[in-house]
């Protein structure tokens, strides 16, 4: 298989671009590193695009790969024709290649093979001939009595022989590429209950069917699980006259013949013994490994929004980690995430310590001007959120709240890093510490846990291990490096994340911090242990230090573009003083005038080069989260009983699901945008419209307070007046 070229058609690229790429994913360059600085190599491809091309690429490797086993272990049988090696050689799918090589490959003990030691496959390939003039099957099965190997009667002989028609036909690479499509088209899957007195969730399948090709991901995934907690059967089905046209068309000698019946019950008994159990299985990892991959692009695309959320930056914040038994765990923190004060209350138990609770609330908010309060959604939220509101209706002071997220604080307060950050405090002040910091910057608190934690997502616990862990570290790695990082205030887990640096290295910056104070500037990287030439390439671009001297140590400007950077401040008549300043705001039109084009190839640069330079020069260390719409802050609360159909509210997307969004409208219950009342456009998923953090406009439908659902719509011209 020509890669490039198989490439090149798949993503509808030029054949430059795709060569220049793979080139640089092999010589081991990140794919942040190569979306944004090889921009000129690969003709400005986005890491998304890369990323999918890499992905693809090692799947055709390894395609490529098996072909050449397989082909190897058939010449190794000295079976290889022409015929097969074609066959291989045309194979576009890992599938498509076990069809060609299921005759070969060796079986275990099975009722086809036992025939074939009692000499019975001649009797097999006589009969399957099928000539017009050939005796009864019966006859020719007399033949092969051989009392010594088994074979006592003719119907003996006959029926091995048969079983070795049948494995034939099973194996048959044709026969079962086109049941296998047949199945994708026109196939059912059904459920039923296993028992149909349980009650469970999954009442909704205890009858049900749906044709394969328009099953939903959401829906395959629910019936699996459902199988697998042993509520539901599953099957998936075929029109048996279909079937076995397929099988008759392939097999049987149109001429006649005295053996074509015999052909046609071994076809029958291929079928529903062999051919059928198979291709269901298959079909059904077909679309588990489909749903599969679909929700993980989906929980993905959710993490990587919730990474990127506004963060709510300068402010002092309380963090509060609600619960009943155990008390309310408070946690204030300054504007850099440095944990000022601690305690806990008590808001669900006797009125003097809810009254106790709003005295030292009072008290944390005048001590240490706090601005926001944040509180996470998990037990006892709405009653914390309720004594919050109750609190700042009280006070005289500009201070808000926001319920968070605290999926993972838990895991994170009880693990080996959260002991290292604060060795002073107990784990439930830990959480509440990280829900404080939640709201000041999502991404540097995220990624200090294990993102499968972090709940935004659906059936995210029955995801592949692997794939799931591969979309979620590259989904991080891109959200990380497309903000950047202070080289002086970031964690390990958060420099882990870097391109080019792993745990390790990160662990030798922050202790190189430690030891020597901070960094001065980029080049200071070099001295780092175990940094290398390489990593320093990778990874200084997206490390900022804002008390540099170089002032272009606080960009995104790449160290290797130093030099240009600073010709093209001449050029333009400025100096490294003016970056970030007013007076540079002009620098894009001075270099238009000069002709962009020819200043880059003065500079011996590429113009999208000298375009994100000048974008850095303009606007350093420029936050892409900061051109976001502000995180939603609220002073009041409501409760379920207060919602009536055609309300209007704003709200929060906390969740978004192959079948419509979760919105958070402040009652602590998050109401459901079903996938058809987000639009009156079709759309195919609410990832096109919606995201992850986004404040929305949504009326209320229906509510239904002893199910606790909330249905909402975005559509406001269905609603009455």
């Not at 798949?10 to 942040?32: A, M, R, Y």
């Not at 959200?479 to 640096?501: F, H, K, Q, W, Y």
Request: glycine share 6%; hydrophobic share 40%; proline share 4%.
């Amino acid at each position: 298989m020509d890669i490039i070229k198989e490439l090149t058609a798949q993503f509808k690229l030029q054949s430059w671009q795709v060569e220049n790429t793979v080139k640089l994913i092999d010589d081991g360059n990140t794919i942040p590193f190569i979306a944004r600085y090889r921009k000129e190599a690969h003709g400005t491809l986005d890491d998304q695009i890369i990323r999918e091309l890499s992905e693809r690429l090692e799947y055709l490797r390894n395609l490529d790969k098996r072909r050449e086993e397989v082909r190897a272990l058939i010449a190794g049988q000295e079976k290889l024709t022409d015929e097969i090696s074609a066959a291989l050689d045309n194979a576009s799918t890992i599938t498509e290649i076990e069809d060609i090589y299921r005759p070969f490959r060796p079986k275990r003990k099975t009722r086809a093979s036992v025939a074939r030691e009692k000499g019975l496959e001649p009797l097999a390939d006589a009969i399957y001939e099928q000539k017009a003039d050939s005796p009864a099957p019966l006859e020719m099965a007399a033949e092969f009595i051989n009392e010594e190997k088994g074979v006592v009667t003719a119907e003996d002989a006959l029926k091995g022989a048969m079983d070795i028609i049948a494995e034939n036909i099973s194996d048959d690479a044709d026969i079962r590429r086109r049941l296998r499509n047949l199945f994708s088209v026109i196939g059912v899957i059904s459920t039923t209950a296993a028992d149909k007195d349980t009650e469970s969730v999954y009442t909704n399948y205890y009858e049900y069917s749906e044709p394969v090709s328009k099953i939903a991901g959401h829906r395959v995934l629910a019936i699996d699980r459902g199988e697998r907690e042993k509520f539901l059967k599953v099957s998936v089905t075929l029109d048996a006259v279909k079937a076995a046209n397929v099988i008759t068309s392939a097999t049987l000698n149109p001429a006649g013949s005295p053996c074509t019946e015999t052909v046609r019950e071994a076809g029958a008994d291929a079928y529903d013994r062999l051919i059928y159990p198979s291709i269901e299985r298959e079909i059904r990892n077909m679309l588990t490994e489909n749903a599969a991959a679909s929700a993980i692009k989906v929980f993905a695309l959710n993490t990587k929004e919730l990474l990127l959320a506004p963060p709510v930056k300068g402010k002092v914040v309380i963090g509060l980690d609600p619960g009943y038994r155990t008390g309310c765990k408070v946690a204030v923190v300054d504007a850099t995430g440095k944990v000022l004060d601690t305690g806990v209350i008590y808001v669900t138990h006797s009125d003097a310590q809810r009254n106790q609770a709003k005295e030292l609330i009072k008290k944390l908010i005048a001590k240490h001007s706090v601005n926001c309060i944040s509180i996470g959604n998990g037990t006892a939220s709405k009653e914390t959120e309720i004594f919050a509101a109750e609190v700042l209706r009280e006070i005289n002071a500009d201070v808000s709240y926001m319920v968070v997220s605290e999926a993972g604080a838990s895991v994170y307060s009880a693990s080996k890093l959260a002991a290292q950050e604060f060795p002073q405090y107990d784990v439930s002040l830990r959480s509440a510490v990280s829900i404080a910091r939640r709201l000041q910057d999502p991404l540097a608190e995220l990624v200090k846990i294990d993102p499968k934690a972090i709940g935004v997502g659906q059936y995210q616990h029955d995801m592949p291990p692997k794939e799931l862990d591969a979309a979620l570290d590259g989904v991080i790695e891109d959200a990380v490096n497309s903000v950047g990082v202070d080289l002086n205030t970031a964690s390990v887990p958060l420099l882990s994340r870097v391109s080019g640096i792993n745990s390790t290295v990160a662990k030798n910056i922050v202790d190189f911090r430690d030891e020597n104070g901070e960094f001065k500037e980029r080049s200071q990287l070099k001295k780092v242990p175990k940094l290398g030439t390489k990593a320093f390439e990778q990874c200084a671009g997206f490390l900022r230090i804002p008390e540099s001297k170089n002032a272009l140590d606080n960009t995104g400007v790449h160290p290797e573009s130093y030099k240009a950077a600073k010709e093209l401040l001449d050029i333009c008549g400025y100096k490294t003083s003016d970056i970030g300043t007013q007076k540079i705001a002009e620098i894009k039109e001075k270099v238009e005038a000069l002709g962009t084009e020819s200043v880059a190839e003065k500079l011996g640069i590429g113009v999208p080069t000298l375009n994100d330079i000048i974008k850095e020069l303009i606007m350093p260390a420029r936050d892409p989260r900061d051109e976001l719409p502000p995180p939603m802050l609220r002073t009041d609360v409501m409760d379920m009983k207060d919602l009536i159909p055609g309300m209007e509210l704003k709200g929060t997307v906390r969740n978004v699901t192959d079948f419509g969004a979760f919105v958070d409208i402040g009652v602590h219950q998050d109401g459901l945008v079903h996938i058809s009342q987000i639009t009156n456009k079709f759309i195919k998923h609410p990832s096109e419209v919606l995201k992850v953090g986004e404040v929305v406009t949504v009326w209320v439908i229906a509510v239904d307070a002893a199910k606790k659902r909330i249905s909402l719509t975005m559509k406001e011209k269905k609603q009455e007046k």
